[in-house]
């Protein structure tokens, strides 16, 4: 079965530390993967997203990897701010899947002053 | 670019009811939209794709008779649930793929969501 899980559920860090949130997918046969934002209550705002030929993308403070290998992204997090709080998703469009998304299970931060 | 909005933002209605989302792409064309549903503290799981001048696919488990997909033009695509009940409460986002989307690596676009809430 495909799945997309992401630990932990939460993480509290303080202002201006460096994070890495974590996302496993069961099947090596991706398309690409997103990461998203989510505000409480609030849709979803796109990070980035990383084609399967690709090993990492960057957006300003914000650097996601893939490794299809291992099942593994990751998105790193660059001098944290209170503004950074809120859930972060994974999703994986399997290769073949009619471009459906899996979502990962989220990871809520909180950056605290 | 790539903007999806949806409407209402948030209805409420009594339970019995139908209620009526749309989904529209506003600067691009999608000839598939997905919907998805998230309960509180949970992730989106996805509900059916709706592709346009075609019938909608479902997930396993989801009701296609409550859940009336119509993605009748390229801009739009709305979900009805009929005869809504308490347990139908949710938020519903839905996500357009722009139909050039292979330039664009296939990214999907969400909208802002719909807070339904069945009395």
């Known amino acids: 079965k495909q799945e997309v899980t992401q630990i932990p559920a939460a993480l509290s860090v303080p202002e201006g530390e460096n994070l890495v949130l974590n996302c496993s997918f069961t099947d090596s046969a991706i398309y690409n993967l997103q990461w998203f934002r989510q505000d409480p209550g609030k849709g979803l705002t796109s990070l980035l997203l990383?084609?399967?030929?690709?090993r990492e993308q960057t957006s300003g403070r914000l650097n996601a990897s893939l490794d299809k290998s291992s099942g593994r992204s990751t998105l790193y997090i660059a001098a944290s701010q209170p503004g950074d709080s809120a859930t972060y998703l994974c999703a994986v469009n399997w290769t073949g899947g009619g471009n459906k998304l899996t979502f990962g299970t989220g990871t809520q931060l909180k950056v605290e002053l | 670019g790539a903007v999806v909005s949806q409407h209402p933002s948030r209805v409420i209605c009594k339970s019995g009811t139908s209620v009526k989302i749309e989904c529209r792409s506003l600067d691009f064309q999608a000839t598939t939209m997905f919907w998805y549903r998230q309960f509180p503290k949970q992730s989106l799981m996805l509900m059916a794709t709706s592709n346009e001048g075609s019938k909608a696919t479902y997930e396993q488990g989801v009701e296609k008779d409550k859940f009336l997909i119509n993605h009748a033009s390229l801009t739009l695509s709305t979900l009805t649930v009929t005869s809504a009940h308490p347990e139908d409460s949710s938020f519903y986002i839905c996500?357009?793929?722009?139909?050039?989307?292979?330039?664009?690596?296939?990214?999907?676009?969400f909208g802002p969501g719909t807070r339904l809430t069945v009395l």
């Open positions: 990383i084609q399967s030929s690709q």
């Open positions: 996500s357009a793929r722009d139909w050039g989307g292979w330039y664009r690596g296939n990214e999907q676009f």
